[in-house]
């Protein structure tokens, strides 16, 4: 089942080192199948409340590539230039089956 990486990413400053950080996700990436969905705030249209940041959304073929990725050295060695230049909130979240229901989920 895909797994996806999730980052809401708020007050970016935009500097070198965001920018070597986009340089080198990529081929964190590769070795594990990621792959972005979602990347920056796009063509947003906000229907309900308020929101501030940017989302960015990455797939993986499963939970153990995506768990694998976070935690490789590659992408451990870049990820203090996102975290001391963002604030955010990052998770990993199982995507559903094909054909799920909003019911499905009772049980």
């Known amino acids: 089942m895909t797994t996806y ?3 809401h990413l708020r007050n ?4 070198p080192e965001i920018i070597a950080y986009l340089e080198g ?3 964190t990436m ?3 199948g990621g792959a972005f969905v979602l990347h920056g705030d796009g063509n ?3 229907l309900e409340g308020t929101f501030a940041g940017d989302i ?3 797939s993986f073929p499963d939970r153990k590539a995506a768990e694998d990725w976070y935690a490789s050295p590659a992408y451990q ?3 203090p230039l996102r975290s ?3 604030d955010g909130d990052v998770l990993l979240i199982d995507g559903v089956e094909d054909g799920h229901k909003a019911t499905d989920i009772l049980g």
């Open 30 to 32: 590769a070795p594990y």
């Open 25 to 27: 996700i990529d081929a």
């Open 5 to 7: 990486a999730i980052a």
């Open 44 to 46: 947003k249209q906000v």
């Open 56 to 58: 960015i959304m990455l």
């Open 84 to 86: 001391r230049n963002s």
């Open 77 to 79: 060695a870049i990820l």
């Open 12 to 15: 970016v400053a935009f500097g």
